[in-house]
């Protein structure tokens, strides 16, 4: 116990750190993934294709060469004035877009057919039918996916660590160099990993149970 109460503010700090990027990374996964779900889905075939290309892309490169990419290719092209806090919320954020929008479109197959035709016949736009009606009914059928995939970007998140942002697995790191049992200080750092996990699987119970659809 003494290694948490004598080390608290560097706990506190890392805790914060991983909420934060957390937070952050999933708000542009979000964002993103809805963004490239509506490309895959959009009539217009260079959109498609750009929205195909980067779902590809982003799913099939690991995470660690990302995070590589991104910390070393941006300031190479210019981008030198991007915190490493703000490039690895890019990475890990672009990542988890491709695999939120794969789930978003799972969901638009669950959509009646019918549905879109109604809009279309009301003279919405495909903008207005895919934003208006069919994204909200999807996003509602995959509550649980995209829950299980922001769990799996929290615990991503320690890769961060290694490329100088400061997050719970950063207090492992720092401990150890001090000296301290590697095993506790490791039991620790997983016990406030499992506290954020437990948050968010609680929210997206709580969601699924409140969006569930009626079948």
Known sequence: ????LDNLDLFRRGFVGTVALTGLSTLLALVLGTVLTVFRVCPLPPLRA???????VLCNTP???LFFGVTLGLPMLGLSGLSYFTLAVLTLG????????????????????????????????????????????AGRAVVPPVGSLLITLTKNSALAGGFSVYELFSVEKT?????????????????AYLALIMMISGVFRLLEHRLAVVR
């Open 1 to 4: 116990m003494h290694v948490l």
């Open 50 to 56: 750009i929205g195909a290309a980067g779902v590809t």
């Open 63 to 65: 995470l660690t060469l």
């Open 94 to 137: 672009g990542y988890t877009a491709a695999f939120v929008c794969e789930a978003l479109r799972s969901g638009i197959n669950t959509v009646d057919v019918g549905q879109a035709e109604a809009a279309r016949s009301l003279g919405m736009s495909f903008a207005q039918t895919t934003l208006l009606i069919v994204l909200p009914q």
């Open 175 to 191: 401990l150890a160099e001090e000296g301290y049992a590697i095993l506790t200080v490791f039991l620790w750092v997983a016990l």
